[in-house]
């Protein structure tokens, strides 16, 4: 960011994970300043850098309650404005299915809820019809619940495009300025941070696993505390995604949505995720048991993956809190908006929370106009079923022959507005160096490319045991 020492920004929104990005987008294109303060070196350095990659649909989730409604409104903007930002989705759907009478006399409730939160395609599916559509599916599969509206979606491509339309609108982006310090003074909010201090009217306080930790620093205590909750996944070889066209789903509880068996849109198959309490918020590390178990476990309902080369592992934290709801709130004698606790769902919910987010701010009476002619800034294709730049005229050399990530990919990703700022985000721009070998034959060319400019950053995934 350019030094503005003198700017006051209508909002200065804390964390660049897929909420504050989807929150920057939106306030700048209604036509709020805006800064993002990031502490990492890139977007996605927290929560959003790790995750399953469902495009939920809600069917599942607590009746009335804010997540149902951010994540249905977030499931439908996605659908409305992707392809103008060039993201990709792979319409899986998806099926719940038991394999136990247990949960086969829970398949009516999971039917009935789903319609209840208006999630009205949702349908009973019979054992034949279930093996009709996957035939590498295990015969013990008892019946299931047909979800037509859950897609697989890019995880990292998503909020990239989010921040880059807030980005073509406006919005400073600053690194490496972890927030330290908050102080409100003859109504604004002063915050400090490594890169200098920033004057903003409004805070929203989007910093994810770190969020009851801004509550405190700025107000001395927080409503809510964040209890991180692990989640472990194996991401399968490509030939793999051969095996699997739909996504299948447990038979959820009111505790967990459970593991899942995934397409990848990059085309792989995944595994995962766990869910494990843990007090440590940065480390996410991946143990051998449990990843033999979900081996295990995925092979059971699909068996030809029982031999099925592993790519890679890896482990995402949710920010949970001891609330199960999103923790949304607004101040506005205090110009402070708190967008924590958004646990299992942000992908899908998160342009739904930016417009509730916005909503909220309009009570806080600065009136704005919203720009004329909307950007929209196309991101890279990496997706699998889509042409790749490989295939493309004018290319150059594919450096990472894993993923088949071309020179040009790599440039353009160091480049431009928002290039990647460390490994992991070049990584996430591109894939290079996430495919079979992990980076074994692609690392020293694409650091040579990078020519210095990145910092480092723990990897993901990591590579398999
Ligand atoms: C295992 C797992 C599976 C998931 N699967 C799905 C799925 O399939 N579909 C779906 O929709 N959702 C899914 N999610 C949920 C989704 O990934 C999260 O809801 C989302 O990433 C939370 O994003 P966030 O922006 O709130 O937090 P984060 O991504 O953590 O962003 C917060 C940012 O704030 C920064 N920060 C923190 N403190 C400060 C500070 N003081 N100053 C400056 N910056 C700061 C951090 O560095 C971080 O980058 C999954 C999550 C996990 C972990």
Same mark, same amino acid.
């Given at each position: 960011?350019?030094?503005?020492?003198?700017?006051?920004?209508?909002?200065?929104?804390?964390?660049?994970?897929?909420?504050?990005?989807?929150?920057?987008?939106?306030?700048?294109?209604?036509?709020?300043?805006?800064?993002?303060?990031?502490?990492?070196?890139?977007?996605?350095?927290?929560?959003?850098?790790?995750?399953?990659?469902?495009?939920?649909?809600?069917?599942?989730?607590?009746?009335?309650?804010?997540?149902?409604?951010?994540?249905?409104?977030?499931?439908?903007?996605?659908?409305?404005?992707?392809?103008?930002?060039?993201?990709?989705?792979?319409?899986?759907?998806?099926?719940?299915?038991?394999?136990?009478?247990?949960?086969?006399?829970?398949?009516?409730?999971?039917?009935?809820?789903?319609?209840?939160?208006?999630?009205?395609?949702?349908?009973?599916?019979?054992?034949?019809?279930?093996?009709?559509?996957?035939?590498?599916?295990?015969?013990?599969?008892?019946?299931?619940?047909?979800?037509?509206?859950?897609?697989?979606?890019?995880?990292?491509?998503?909020?990239?495009?989010?921040?880059?339309?807030?980005?073509?609108?406006?919005?400073?982006?600053?690194?490496?300025?972890?927030?330290?310090?908050?102080?409100?003074?003859?109504? /604004?909010?002063?915050?400090?941070? &490594?890169?200098?201090?920033?004057?903003?009217?409004? *805070? +929203?306080? $989007?910093?994810?696993? =770190? #969020?009851?930790?801004?509550?405190?620093?700025?107000?001395?205590?927080?409503?809510?505390?964040?209890?991180?909750?692990?989640?472990?996944?194996?991401?399968?070889?490509?030939?793999?995604?051969?095996? /699997?066209?739909?996504?299948?789903? &447990?038979?959820?509880?009111?505790?967990?949505?459970? *593991? +899942?068996? $995934?397409?990848?849109? =990059? #085309?792989?198959?995944?595994?995962?995720?766990?869910?494990?309490?843990?007090?440590?918020?940065?480390?996410?590390?991946?143990?051998?048991?449990?990843?033999?178990?979900?081996?295990?476990?995925?092979?059971?309902?699909?068996?030809?993956?029982?031999?099925?080369?592993?790519?890679?592992?890896?482990?995402?934290?949710?920010?949970?809190?001891?609330?199960?709801?999103?923790?949304?709130?607004?101040?506005?004698?205090?110009?402070?908006?708190?967008?924590?606790?958004?646990?299992?769902?942000?992908?899908?919910?998160?342009?739904?929370?930016?417009?509730?987010?916005?909503?909220?701010?309009?009570?806080?009476?600065?009136?704005?106009?919203?720009?004329?002619?909307?950007?929209?800034?196309?991101?890279?294709?990496?997706?699998?079923?889509?042409?790749?730049?490989?295939?493309?005229?004018?290319?150059?050399?594919?450096?990472?022959?894993?993923?088949?990530?071309?020179?040009?990919?790599?440039?353009?990703?160091?480049?431009?507005?928002?290039?990647?700022?460390?490994?992991?985000?070049?990584?996430?721009?591109?894939?290079?160096?996430?495919?079979?070998?992990?980076?074994?034959?692609?690392?020293?060319?694409?650091?040579?490319?990078?020519?210095?400019?990145?910092?480092?950053?723990?990897?993901?995934?990591?590579?398999?045991?």
């Amino acid at each position: 960011m350019a030094e503005q020492p003198n700017q006051i920004f209508d909002v200065a929104i804390v964390g660049a994970g897929v909420v504050g990005c989807a929150i920057a987008r939106k306030f700048a294109l209604e036509g709020a300043s805006v800064v993002l303060l990031e502490k990492g070196a890139d977007i996605l350095s927290g929560a959003s850098k790790a995750n399953s990659a469902i495009l939920h649909t809600g069917f599942d989730a607590p009746p009335a309650s804010l997540e149902l409604a951010c994540m249905k409104a977030g499931h439908a903007e996605f659908l409305a404005i992707r392809q103008r930002l060039n993201l990709p989705v792979l319409e899986t759907g998806a099926i719940v299915a038991a394999w136990d009478d247990e949960q086969l006399a829970r398949l009516d409730a999971v039917e009935e809820r789903a319609h209840a939160n208006g999630v009205t395609d949702v349908r009973r599916i019979s054992r034949v019809e279930i093996l009709a559509r996957e035939q590498r599916l295990s015969g013990a599969v008892l019946g299931g619940v047909l979800v037509p509206g859950e897609h697989v979606i890019d995880p990292w491509s998503t909020p990239l495009a989010y921040a880059r339309q807030a980005a073509a609108h406006g919005a400073c982006f600053v690194f490496g300025a972890e927030v330290g310090e908050a102080k409100r003074r003859d109504d /604004l909010w002063l915050l400090r941070t &490594p890169k200098g201090a920033i004057r903003a009217r409004v *805070v +929203v306080n $989007a910093a994810g696993l =770190f #969020g009851d930790r801004l509550e405190q620093l700025a107000f001395e205590r927080s409503a809510f505390e964040i209890r991180p909750r692990k989640g472990q996944f194996v991401v399968f070889d490509k030939q793999a995604a051969a095996l /699997l066209g739909t996504i299948l789903l &447990p038979v959820p509880t009111e505790q967990t949505k459970g *593991v +899942v068996i $995934a397409r990848t849109i =990059f #085309g792989n198959l995944l595994v995962g995720p766990t869910a494990e309490e843990q007090d440590d918020r940065c480390r996410a590390a991946v143990d051998e048991q449990t990843l033999n178990d979900l081996t295990a476990f995925a092979a059971r309902m699909v068996p030809d993956l029982r031999d099925m080369p592993v790519t890679a592992v890896y482990a995402g934290l949710r920010p949970a809190t001891e609330k199960k709801d999103y923790r949304i709130a607004s101040d506005p004698a205090k110009g402070w908006i708190t967008v924590g606790g958004i646990r299992s769902t942000g992908l899908t919910a998160a342009l739904g929370i930016a417009t509730h987010v916005f909503d909220l701010f309009r009570a806080f009476g600065l009136s704005r106009s919203p720009p004329q002619d909307i950007i929209w800034p196309m991101v890279p294709n990496l997706a699998e079923h889509l042409p790749r730049d490989c295939t493309l005229p004018g290319c150059g050399e594919i450096v990472c022959h894993c993923e088949r990530v071309t020179r040009r990919e790599i440039e353009q990703a160091l480049q431009g507005p928002l290039p990647a700022g460390d490994t992991g985000g070049l990584k996430r721009r591109t894939r290079a160096g996430m495919g079979r070998c992990q980076g074994f034959y692609c690392q020293a060319d694409v650091a040579e490319i990078a020519g210095g400019r990145l910092a480092s950053a723990a990897a993901t995934p990591t590579r398999a045991p």
